[in-house]
């Protein structure tokens, strides 16, 4: 007949076993699957619920009849009543003493260690050096551009980025209007419209127009891709914003977008979390790769949305 584990000692190493693979087994597997050069440690506080979990577990197996629970008491009551032979009795008094020490020791000796490297939420050590002196091409219209816009504007042409063309189908729909530039209509919109309509278009009033025809698109993508983290007033409280352990960044904060140079900002949106380095690590940004997604005359369109959404201006690249 085949021996069968006592119920005491399948609760004892059940316990074990599954403490060291949620304190060591989980890291090494993370470390593993991510490639990173160190293992991904569970909390302090996770493992102490994945424990709590495991004793209620270990409990209900016990309890659920008399036959378990007997059999689990059984050891503890032989070796209270001395059942078993004097060595055995010693080591297991030393080991239980010794347990019990060490706990109280290692939670009231005084810890030596290295102090913790602050996380860097949007570090730049991988930063190409080429992107710092990047200015936003699509707040810097070209006199060429300048001109096309007005000869488009002439035919009722003006050109808009795909995403927005089912939205001002609607609205032609709604209102029976034809002229996109109705439904932007803002009073360097309605100025342009003006001059059109004399013939006598000054440039620097289609440059303010199409500036804004530029940034109704950039309003528009960012509604679309980072309003759900961002929020409507690019403060960082967007609807999703509450879901993620490291908060979206408040781009109406002084210490944020304002302090950085439009380069800086194109990279980090172009490359998301995935393409931070190591140091932005475990907690990395859960931004995407928009350049997956998104053209770069979209990410720019973007761009120059979020510093008029928040009221900021970049930072000026140092001339070195």
Known sequence: MKSRLNSFWTVLLSVVVIYLIVKFGIPAVARQVTGLPFPLPVP???????????????????????????????????????????????????????????YVYDNAVPKIAAPLALRI????????????????????PTEDQVAAFIEQAKAGEVQFIEQVIPDFETWKEETGEEDPLLAINTPAIKKFRAELEADNVDNETAHAALMEVRLFQGRALYAMNCRPCHGDS???????????????????????I???????????????????????????????????????????LIIMAEYDMAEKTPRIPEKH
């Open 44 to 102: 302090g506080a996770l493992i102490f619920i994945y424990m709590v979990l495991t004793l209620i577990a270990m409990f209900l197996l016990v309890t659920f009849d008399d036959g378990p629970l007997n059999d689990f008491l059984r050891p503890i009551k032989r070796f209270l009543r001395g059942d078993f032979s004097k060595p055995v009795r010693a080591v297991g008094i030393v080991l239980i003493s010794a347990a019990a020490g060490w």
């Open 121 to 140: 939420q949007h570090p730049s050590s991988n930063f190409p050096k080429k992107m710092e002196d990047a200015q936003n091409p699509m707040a810097n």
């Open 234 to 256: 690019t403060a960082g409280d967007g609807p999703m914003a509450d879901g993620f352990k490291l908060r979206p960044i408040n781009f109406t904060d002084n210490g944020t």
């Open 258 to 300: 304002e302090t950085i140079v439009e380069g800086y900002t194109f990279w980090r949106v172009e490359n998301g979390g995935p393409g931070l380095p190591l140091e932005a690590t475990p907690w990395d940004s859960a931004m995407p790769e928009w350049k997956v997604s998104l053209t770069e005359e979209e990410r720019w």
